[in-house]
């Protein structure tokens, strides 16, 4: 039976003619009440798609940015207005500016886990699932690649491109536990294990593959393992568990973020019952921020 905070939810979602997007980092019960649950490519994309005027963003702060870059004309609420990143956090202005002097002839892809204002600054955007594309894509021979160290490298081992890499960092994926991912491989060795390419490449070295939370789930669609232990954040889970229920999962590496659990159903409520609060950004931002989203879907369709 649905409780009361939910169906009050589902009813103001009809009311408002809001549609629910909830990343796959959410805890299960947001994830239950979402009309979609992704990336936050492809959330985005959904948001921009979408009929509905109002967004309900599940996520954190640059994720619902995206959104809004991608479709201006829509109310994108964020429940809880402090759900941040610290990856997003690592890389200012100024900073990456100081960063394009040093390096002229460098263009700049972006991690889309970064704030709109640096996007704005930046060639082209790329997800942890199409970085080596819109890498390969990018009309020069040399890359700053920002905000995550991680990816970056992992990109730039794929690539003939010269690198610059700026060194930042997931506080959660960084810190990944590696002796917790050997333990689970002990306990399940007939498992494979992946982890996501914000991890440290130690953790690549240990896995069977290396991808983002798309590439996973593609990639478990067509394994014939039927155990997987999974070095991304520990909501991926659930999300697996849900489309692939005939499949056992385990987290691998304790990978947890903070942020991704301070969204609540009470503050799903609130949000739809206030219309607030709502992502904005200044006009010029979001529309060169729009420019280098728009050059990653044009380089990956
Ligand atoms: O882009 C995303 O949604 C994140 C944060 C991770 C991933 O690999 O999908």
Redesign the pocket.
């Known amino acids: 039976m649905q409780n009361k905070q939910v169906s009050e939810i589902l009813n103001l979602k009809e009311e408002k003619n809001a549609v629910i997007l909830a ?3 959410q805890p299960p019960e947001i994830q239950d009440i979402a009309d979609h649950v992704g ?3 492809q959330l985005s994309r959904i948001a921009a798609s979408t009929e509905s005027g109002v967004i309900v963003f599940c996520g954190v702060r640059f ?1 619902a940015e995206t959104a809004h870059i991608l479709s201006p004309d829509k109310t994108v609420l964020l429940p809880e207005p402090d759900a941040g990143c610290p990856l997003a956090d690592c890389i200012e202005v100024p900073a990456l500016r100081s960063m394009q002097e040093l390096y002229p002839d460098a263009l700049t892809v972006l991690y ?2 970064s704030p709109a204002d640096v996007k704005a600054e930046s060639y082209a955007c790329c ?3 199409n970085a080596l594309e819109v890498v390969e894509s990018v009309p020069s021979d040399e890359i700053i690649f920002a905000p995550d160290r991680n990816l970056g490298t992992f990109i730039s081992r794929k690539s003939d491109k010269t690198f610059h890499i700026w060194n930042g960092a997931c506080r959660s994926h960084a810190i990944a536990d590696l002796q917790d991912m050997k333990v689970r491989m002990k306990e399940w060795p007939d498992a494979e294990l992946l982890v ?1 390419p914000e991890t440290p490449p130690e953790a690549w070295e240990l896995a069977h593959a290396v991808l ?3 590439g996973m789930i593609r990639y478990i669609g067509e394994s014939n393992a039927e155990r997987f232990i999974i070095g ?1 954040e520990e909501g991926m889970i659930y999300r697996l568990k849900t489309l692939y229920p005939d499949r056992e999962f385990t987290a691998g590496g304790n990978i947890y973020c903070i942020n991704m659990k301070m969204i609540t159903l009470q503050k799903i409520l609130d949000s739809l019952r206030e219309l607030k609060p709502v992502i904005e950004l200044d006009p010029q931002t979001r529309e060169k921020a729009y420019a280098a989203v728009a050059r990653m879907t044009k380089a990956t369709g």
Do not use: K
Request: aromatic share 6%; no cysteine.
């Open positions: 990343h796959s980092y990336d936050s490519l994720m889309v886990n997800t942890s699932a996501h983002g939370t798309g991304t």
